[in-house]
C-alpha cells in the first residue's frame, strides 16, 4: 500500500475521534499561551527569563538578543502572531506552520546550551508536530511523494472512542523525554550557582564540577571554555561511608 494512502487512512480515522480533536485544541492553546507570553515580553522591550544571570549560558544568549533593538521585538511580533493564527480555525496551520521553525530553533538552542529548560521546548516541538499532522490533509500537497486518491476529511466527529493506544504513546514519549533529557549530559550549568552546586554532590567529579559551576557562574567564562577545563579534570578520589571509609577512585 502506498504511504500516502497509509497516512490518508490514519489521518481520516484520527480526524474523526473527538478526543484527538480535543488534543488538538488543547495543544494548540497551551502554544499559543507559550508564545503569546514570551511575545508580549519581547513586544513591551523586557529581557525575557529576567531571572537568569548573564552569566548563564541561557542568559549569555538572551542579555545579548534583548539588546538587539527591532529584531528583538520583531521576534516578539512573530510569536504573538503566530499564537494568535494558531487559535483562529481558519489559519490553525499558517500558525503552526511559522511557530515550528521558531520553538524548533528555541530547542536546539536549549541542547546547545544545555539549558534546565529543555525538556518544556521538546514537548512544544511535539505538539507542534501533532498540529502539523492534525492538518495533514492541507498540508500533503507539498510532501515528496506521489498523491493517490485521498479520502475525504469529514468535519463531523465519527468516533467518541478513547484512543488508548495514542494517548499511552503519548505519556510513553512524556516518560522518554523525561528520562533522556536527565542523562543526556554528564553536567549542566543549571539556572543559578547553587543549582548548579546542588548538582555537584552526585556528579562523578565533585570537586571538578564545582569549579566548573564557578567557571560559568561568578568568572562568566563561555560554557565552552569551563567545559573543557571540567573535561580535563581527573576523577576525584570521594570518601565513603561505612566500614574503614574505603576510599574509591573513578
Given at each position: 500500500?502506498?504511504?500516502?494512502?497509509?497516512?490518508?487512512?490514519?489521518?481520516?480515522?484520527?480526524?474523526?475521534n473527538?478526543?484527538?480533536?480535543?488534543?488538538?485544541?488543547?495543544?494548540?492553546?497551551?502554544?499559543?499561551?507559550?508564545?503569546l507570553?514570551?511575545?508580549?515580553?519581547?513586544?513591551?522591550g523586557?529581557?525575557?527569563?529576567?531571572?537568569l544571570?548573564?552569566?548563564?549560558?541561557?542568559?549569555?544568549?538572551?542579555?545579548?538578543l534583548?539588546?538587539?533593538?527591532?529584531?528583538?521585538?520583531?521576534?516578539?511580533?512573530?510569536?504573538?502572531?503566530?499564537?494568535?493564527?494558531?487559535l483562529?480555525?481558519?489559519?490553525?496551520?499558517?500558525?503552526?506552520?511559522?511557530?515550528?521553525?521558531?520553538?524548533?530553533n528555541?530547542?536546539i538552542?536549549?541542547?546547545a546550551v544545555r539549558?534546565?529548560?529543555?525538556?518544556?521546548?521538546?514537548?512544544?516541538?511535539?505538539?507542534?508536530?501533532y498540529?502539523?499532522?492534525?492538518d495533514?490533509?492541507?498540508?500533503?500537497f507539498?510532501?515528496?511523494?506521489?498523491?493517490?486518491?485521498?479520502?475525504?476529511?469529514?468535519?463531523?466527529?465519527r468516533?467518541?472512542?478513547?484512543p488508548?493506544?495514542?494517548?499511552?504513546?503519548?505519556?510513553a514519549?512524556?516518560?522518554?523525554?523525561?528520562v533522556?533529557?536527565?542523562f543526556?549530559?554528564?553536567?549542566?550549568?543549571?539556572?543559578?550557582l547553587?543549582?548548579?552546586n546542588?548538582?555537584?554532590?552526585?556528579?562523578?567529579?565533585?570537586?571538578?564540577?564545582?569549579?566548573?559551576?564557578?567557571?560559568?557562574?561568578?568568572?562568566?567564562?563561555?560554557?565552552?571554555s569551563?567545559?573543557?577545563?571540567?573535561?580535563?579534570?581527573?576523577?576525584?578520589?570521594?570518601?565513603?561511608?561505612?566500614?574503614g571509609?574505603a576510599?574509591?577512585?573513578?
Amino acid at each position: 500500500m502506498p504511504i500516502s494512502t497509509t497516512l490518508d487512512q490514519l489521518h481520516y480515522q484520527a480526524k474523526g475521534n473527538k478526543w484527538m480533536r480535543l488534543f488538538a485544541v488543547f495543544n494548540r492553546i497551551v502554544l499559543a499561551a507559550g508564545f503569546l507570553i514570551a511575545g508580549n515580553v519581547k513586544i513591551m522591550g523586557e529581557r525575557f527569563a529576567s531571572g537568569l544571570s548573564a552569566n548563564q549560558p541561557m542568559g549569555h544568549y538572551l542579555e545579548a538578543l534583548h539588546h538587539t533593538g527591532y529584531y528583538y521585538t520583531f521576534i516578539g511580533i512573530l510569536q504573538v502572531a503566530a499564537a494568535i493564527l494558531l487559535l483562529i480555525p481558519r489559519t490553525r496551520l499558517l500558525g503552526a506552520l511559522i511557530y515550528f521553525p521558531i520553538i524548533l530553533n528555541i530547542c536546539i538552542l536549549a541542547y546547545a546550551v544545555r539549558f534546565e529548560g529543555t525538556r518544556i521546548t521538546n514537548f512544544m516541538v511535539l505538539a507542534n508536530l501533532y498540529l502539523l499532522g492534525w492538518d495533514y490533509d492541507r498540508l500533503k500537497f507539498i510532501l515528496p511523494f506521489k498523491q493517490k486518491n485521498s479520502y475525504t476529511t469529514q468535519p463531523e466527529i465519527r468516533s467518541n472512542k478513547f484512543p488508548f493506544v495514542f494517548f499511552g504513546g503519548v505519556f510513553a514519549t512524556i516518560a522518554a523525554v523525561i528520562v533522556i533529557n536527565q542523562f543526556v549530559y554528564d553536567i549542566r550549568p543549571g539556572n543559578s550557582l547553587m543549582e548548579c552546586n546542588n548538582g555537584c554532590a552526585g556528579n562523578a567529579k565533585p570537586e571538578a564540577c564545582k569549579v566548573f559551576c564557578d567557571c560559568v557562574h561568578n568568572q562568566g567564562k563561555p560554557l565552552d571554555s569551563c567545559l573543557a577545563q571540567y573535561d580535563k579534570a581527573p576523577g576525584k578520589t570521594i570518601q565513603t561511608s561505612g566500614v574503614g571509609n574505603a576510599k574509591h577512585s573513578r
